[in-house]
């Protein structure tokens, strides 16, 4: 992918670009300011060639082979029936109609929309076995043998899940989430758990395990994602509600050209993080709701020596027009990074709750190691979070303790405005590996409980921020 840099006008019209005004010393004056490189066409750019797939006008009702409408029969054989037809005929629609239908792993085939219509349930079967057999697939960022999305598709294309209805995985701590160990979540000692073999695929991934040989599923306790497409082109999700996760919700994995447009996300489990795009290019997150027991979309591109395996970047995405309540973060990067991350963009987005706890999150370490850069917010409106509102974090998990130091630089924030936080910013780098090349400018940060937090930051410039009412130099942010 081309990566993102000024046009020749620009730079003879004196735009910076992505070079940057050093940070002030300790006790000096503050620097001019000087003109940065506009991002946001690029952004324009990028949205435009992201298309939805389109379908042919038929329909394939999942009622005519054999599901029923009672929230107990298991219609897995029905769907599975409905979209081999569907995209043996060339594709279109797999109509789920109104009422209940149970079922176990949803697999989609290219061509196919599965549309659930108003007052359209599928719940998802709560018998691990009915996600059998394994799939391959990512999981935290390493790849291996599991257990099956609940909706699935490899190597497809054009393929869609659209509508008004709801998604329910039927998730709770007394089923999938109890697998994460936690007992606050209706674990108790002595009942299985994911963290061995959990243990055991990261080590794996260290040690170039073949995939076909990294085989969990039963027994292993790796809870399935909710919808993962997986090396597919051309993908929409739209429309739909989703409720309780095993865990993550939209996984996108390794996928070009995605929309995720108007979906409600409902679900406050452990890990439930609302949207994941994991080494995909191309991606629209656009007017959804995300209300989340993680962050509500974390950006990733595989986990240490196993995404750079892989190496394929996440790059390219359009965030626009979301809403955000309870999760970690609203728009987080992280923590598996390894394979980069650069050129994203997030607008017009609306974010509150008191427990929503960061605004803009980017969470790395010295084991993930990798460059995440070109990240531009601008006028997102934040009711109020736990803690900061921008929010950098090299120490995160494993922190220093690694041999692969991460880049992070070039980050824009702009027309922010907070009511309540207990940081503004909240900026850790490593003194061997700083953080490079951010700007905060028109925003205002209001009921700030603590002074910024920022170590190992060059070319840190402020202009037009305001905290607690009052003006702020990047001198003064800075202690200077």
Not at 78 to 95: K, M, T
Not at 226 to 250: A, D, K, Y
Request: positive net charge.
């Amino acid at each position: 992918m081309a990566e993102l840099r000024p046009n020749r006008r620009q730079l003879l019209r004196g735009i910076a670009g992505f070079a940057a005004t050093p940070i002030v010393a300790r006790g000096g004056a503050q620097p001019p300011a000087r003109p940065v490189f506009d991002p946001w066409p690029q952004a324009e750019e990028i949205r435009s060639r992201i298309v939805p797939p389109r379908f042919p006008q038929r329909d394939f009702v999942v009622t005519k082979y054999g599901a029923r409408p009672d929230g107990k029969t298991d219609g897995t054989e029905a769907f599975r029936r409905a979209i081999g037809e569907c995209a043996a005929s060339g594709g279109g629609r797999v109509l789920v109609p109104e009422g209940q239908f149970l079922t176990g792993a949803i697999h989609l085939h290219s061509g196919v929309n599965l549309h659930l219509a108003a007052g359209a349930t599928v719940l998802f079967s709560r018998d691990p076995r009915a996600y059998l057999p394994v799939v391959f697939t990512r999981w935290e960022g390493v790849e291996c043998m599991n257990y099956s999305p609940f909706v699935y598709a490899d190597g497809q294309q054009n393929i869609a899940i659209t509508g008004s209805g709801t998604l329910d995985g039927q998730a709770s701590c007394s089923h999938w989430w109890p697998w994460k160990g936690r007992q606050d979540c209706g674990w108790k000692p002595g009942q299985p758990s994911q963290q061995r073999a959990r243990d055991r695929l990261v080590q794996m991934g260290e040690q170039d395990v073949p995939v076909e040989q990294r085989v969990f599923g039963e027994g292993a306790c790796l809870r399935p994602q909710f919808i993962q497409p997986h090396r597919c082109r051309n993908v929409l999700i739209q429309g739909v509600t989703l409720v309780n996760s095993p865990m993550w919700e939209i996984h996108p994995v390794l996928c070009r050209n995605v929309t995720v447009r108007n979906v409600t996300v409902s679900s406050h489990g452990p890990n439930n993080d609302g949207c994941d795009p994991e080494s995909c290019s191309d991606v629209l997150i656009e007017g959804c709701r995300f209300d989340t027991g993680d962050d509500c979309i974390a950006i990733k591109s595989g986990r240490n020596r196993d995404g750079r395996r892989v190496n394929v970047a996440a790059e390219n995405l359009v965030i626009r027009g979301c809403e955000m309540k309870d999760g970690h973060g609203g728009v987080t990067i992280g923590s598996e990074v390894s394979g980069n991350v650069r050129n994203v963009f997030a607008e017009d987005c609306r974010m509150h709750s008191p427990n929503l706890e960061r605004a803009l999150r980017i969470k790395t370490n010295a084991v993930r190691g990798g460059a995440i850069e070109n990240i531009f917010m601008r006028n997102v409106k934040v009711g109020q979070v736990s803690d900061a509102v921008i929010h950098v974090d090299f120490y995160y998990e494993e922190g220093a303790a690694g041999q692969h130091l991460p880049v992070v630089r070039n980050i824009q924030v702009q027309g922010v405005t907070c009511a309540k936080s207990k940081y503004a910013l909240y900026l850790r780098a490593f003194e061997q590996a700083p953080l490079t090349d951010v700007t905060v400018e028109q925003c205002t940060f209001d009921n700030v409980q603590q002074p910024n937090r920022i170590e190992h930051v060059r070319n840190l410039r402020l202009r037009e921020v305001r905290i607690n009412g009052e003006r702020v130099s990047t001198a003064a942010a800075t202690g200077g």
